[in-house]
């Protein structure tokens, strides 16, 4: 960042800490005025190393983590987007919740520049390890907190999968822990009545769209391609340097039974981690010289290869 | 991920999970139509029964007694030897809350050892209510299934996006369940009037009792979205276009070929293809016959989405290109001049041949 963007920017930042107060409150109040209209509304966002830039160390097959920068999983920005546009259109807050080491503390202010109020961070050394049926148990302890500290939530939102581990498995299992009404691969909300408790969604289903309607509270893992992640205001951007991550242990969150949380409460182990074999065969590699028609030549060498496909491809043109 | 020397790393079945038996895979029954990825998933389950000393179920859920009876058929079919079905009309249409409970008990009356599912939306949506119910573990995306010598389930997936591969175990809490995409398994050999035993269940449950209801259903007007995983051939681009326009070229050569196109991650990324077209670990699996790939550098994410095609062909100016590390052909050339010659030669060859013909 040039300097002098960097010397505005802090200047704003310290500005921004004296109106902040003043915004919140003024937040506050009108929540407690429209208390039966407004929404509290729940993310669910995981920090992931950024996969594309993942190495593995050619001799000794462990992963090559230094270095390897991480991000909002991809995913979870549909969902906060949408979470977003929600509470634009019937007022409330979002609040943002993850799990994982006191690092991911950066994803979560980054989830506050993008204009979300309020972000949790779960973290103690009992969930390390966690897979998905523990994952789920520790999240769903900590937004009942979030449900009791704050507001309950008509809606709360995941990623359809993440990057890293992209089971796809978190959100269901939140949702059957916390008997929420499932509605996975939503690709638009259609319609969301605050008074009867009711919201219709279309739902990516295989083959087509299921139009989906149902009662809240809900559980829903946005599609991604379905919206776009708003660039955030600039005052969303200086309150987030400020703004105070609420953070958890798990006996903050509730946890009474440790046993259910990290490698204790995985029924699954990891029995090994090893790199993809190497294929036994190179490419076969065909000429490219001036005067050889190497397109001809590589046809010829899939119809010999493969000359069930030549037969195939016969009646298709003839069928055309 | 260092392996803990933690108790439930050892094998210390509890008595009462003994009585669990059998390989089951629940069948994907929707609109009349089996999913091919159950018919696979049959294919694998048979030879882990057979290693178990087991039998292998399908689970058929369904709103009408016609279809899932064809279904079950297929399921004998494709290997089961028997088939567990349960028939009701609030099981019309897939929900979430229905199927979660025809499963659940059925899992709780006839307790398997072992319960397959497809990583599909619907597979995804099932599975992760029932392991949550069921608090089982739940081994997602495997690309490869085995009975190790304690006779547990070795489910092996890849992680970090296919950088690494892990094996993933559920020692000590049944069914052990796991998923696996589409076209990651090989369709087992039909067997024509094959046969075996109906197992028929009730559900008990009332469409009052449902909370989410189906207001309608829309098919998919571009029935090609579901194709790409299922092609014969597929053509697909990268980077190596360089840029929007010459990605016409790849849908040329699809074309001609009677083809299905698609490309690598970074397309999706700079909007040149839709997402339903992304190939590679986080898009489709594929397995056709004739895999053209035209200017992708076949980076690991892409590899574990392609490698089980029959015949890779790979297009690349670097001549050190992963790609080439697992394509079966290789030509070093820039596609954007190579894919209209080669789309030139199969259309003149095509079309000559067709008339002689």
Not at chain 1, 122 to 142: E, K, N, P, Q, V
Not at chain 2, 29 to 37: A, K, M, N, S, W
Not at chain 2, 289 to 294: F, Q, T, W
Request: net charge neutral; hydrophobic share 40%; proline share 4%.
């Amino acid at each position: 960042m040039p300097a002098f963007y960097l010397r505005r920017h802090l200047a704003r930042c310290l500005l921004f800490q004296f109106c902040e107060p003043e915004t919140t409150e003024r937040r506050r109040r009108w929540i407690s005025q429209e208390r039966d209209r407004v929404m509290h509304i729940a993310v669910c966002m995981k920090q992931v190393p950024d996969s594309g830039q993942i190495r593995v160390h050619p001799v000794t097959n462990t992963i090559m983590r230094q270095g390897v920068p991480t991000i909002i999983n991809p995913y979870d920005l549909f969902a906060l987007e949408e979470a977003l546009r929600l509470r634009d259109k019937f007022g409330g807050e979002v609040t943002v919740l993850t799990m994982g080491p006191p690092m991911a503390e950066d994803s979560l202010r980054k989830t506050l520049t993008f204009g979300a109020d309020r972000a949790v961070l779960l973290t103690d050394r009992f969930f390390a390890g966690s897979d998905t049926l523990a994952t789920s148990f520790a999240l769903a302890a900590a937004l009942e907190k979030i449900a009791r500290e704050f507001g309950e939530m008509p809606v709360i939102f995941t990623g359809k999968q993440t990057i890293d581990g992209d089971t796809a498995q978190v959100g269901p299992g939140i949702a059957k822990r916390l008997n929420l009404n499932q509605l996975t691969y939503v690709s638009r909300i259609n319609e969301l009545d605050t008074a009867a408790g009711t919201i219709t969604v279309e739902r990516r289903a295989e083959g087509g769209v299921q139009l989906l309607s149902t009662k809240m509270p809900v559980l829903i893992t946005m599609l991604e391609g379905t919206n776009e992640i708003r660039r955030g205001s600039l005052a969303d951007a200086y309150r987030a340097v400020s703004a105070k991550i609420v953070t958890w242990s798990a006996v903050d969150a509730g946890i009474t039974d440790i046993t259910k949380c990290g490698l204790r409460g995985s029924p699954t182990i990891v029995k090994k981690v090893f790199a993809p074999q190497a294929h036994a065969e190179k490419a076969t590699m065909l000429p490219v010289e001036d005067g050889y028609d190497a397109a001809a030549a590589l046809m010829n060498e899939i119809f010999k290869r493969q000359p069930a496909l030549e037969a195939d491809l016969m009646r298709f043109a003839s069928g055309q | 991920m260092s392996e803990s020397s933690r108790a439930s790393t050892r094998k210390e079945l509890p008595e009462h999970f003994k009585a669990y038996k059998h390989v089951w895979v629940a069948i994907e029954l929707e609109h009349g139509i089996v999913h091919p990825v159950s018919f696979e998933l049959l294919g694998e389950g048979r030879k882990l029964a057979d290693k178990r000393g087991a039998e292998l179920a399908g689970v058929v859920l369904g709103g009408d007694a016609a279809s899932v009876a064809e279904a079950a058929q297929s399921c004998f079919e494709y290997g089961a030897d028997l088939v567990y079905t349960i028939i009701d009309p609030v099981l019309t249409h897939y929900r979430n809350e229905p199927y979660t409970k025809g499963l659940t008990d059925l899992v709780n009356t006839h307790k398997p050892e072992i319960l397959l599912l497809g990583a599909t939306n619907l597979g995804r949506d099932l599975a992760g209510s029932v392991a949550t119910t069921l608090k089982t573990g739940l081994t997602a995306d495997c690309t490869e299934l085995a009975i190790d010598e304690e006779g547990s389930l070795a489910a092996t997936r890849p992680t970090f996006g296919g950088s690494l591969l892990c094996t993933i175990m559920t020692l000590n809490f049944r069914p052990q369940m796991a998923t696996v995409r589409p076209r990651v398994l090989v369709m087992p050999p039909h067997q024509e009037g094959r046969s075996g035993r109906i197992i028929a269940r009730e559900l008990g449950m009332s469409e009052d009792d449902i909370i989410t209801k189906v207001i309608t259903f829309i098919a998919d007007r571009d029935s090609n979205k579901a194709q790409l995983t299922y092609a014969d051939i597929v053509v697909a681009g990268g980077l190596g276009l360089r840029s929007v326009d010459n990605f016409q070229l790849v849908k040329t050569l699809a074309e001609v070929l009677g083809a299905e196109y698609g490309g690598s991650r970074p397309l999706v990324q700079k909007g040149w293809i839709t997402t339903d077209r992304q190939i590679g670990q986080t898009g489709k699996t594929i397995r056709p016959k004739l895999y053209i790939a035209a200017g992708i550098s076949g980076a690991i994410q892409h590899r574990v989405g392609v490698e089980g095609a029959d015949m890779i062909i790979a297009i690349n100016t670097d001549p050190k290109a992963q790609i080439f590390e697992f394509a079966h052909l290789g030509i070093v050339a820039d596609a954007v001049e190579f894919l209209p010659k080669l789309t030139e030669a199969f259309r003149s060859y095509l079309s000559v041949n067709r008339l002689a013909g």
